[in-house]
């Protein structure tokens, strides 16, 4: 219990609002086991190309430029050429198959989920 409290505190503390568990359409993910799964099938994502969908799925519907996903992602200042997020996002959309129209490239703005 006193593992729950700290951990609870501490997302206070960062104002981390974001749920561990998300069920969007049929996409599951659990960031604590760091697992997703798409119509029941696991998706064999990197720790990049998780973090990302799992940071757009957390915020559907919002646009996110690809210096927003580094900065939630990786924090501010993380050096990345600019076209890197684009491969992860390829890369999920790939993962995604029949699926990869959950992820929309909105031109000029971002990606959204």
């Keep these: 219990?006193?593992?729950?409290?700290a951990v609870l505190k501490r997302r206070q503390r960062n104002g981390d609002d974001t749920p561990s568990l998300l069920e969007i359409h049929k996409l599951f993910m659990d960031s604590g086991r760091r697992?997703?799964?798409?119509?029941?099938n696991p998706?064999?994502?990197t720790a990049g190309e998780f973090n990302i969908l799992y940071h757009l799925a957390s915020h559907a519907g919002?646009?996110?430029t690809r210096y927003q996903i580094v900065e939630a992602v990786k924090g501010e200042d993380y050096p990345v050429t600019e076209r890197s997020i684009d491969v992860?996002?390829?890369g999920i959309q790939k993962q995604l198959a029949q699926f990869a129209a959950y992820l929309e490239?909105?031109?000029?703005?971002?990606v959204s989920f």
């Design 35 to 40: 697992e997703a799964r798409l119509d029941g």
């Design 62 to 64: 919002w646009v996110f």
């Design 1 to 5: 219990m006193l593992v729950i409290n």
């Design 43 to 45: 998706l064999n994502l």
């Design 88 to 90: 992860q996002i390829v």
């Design 105 to 110: 490239t909105v031109r000029g703005g971002g």
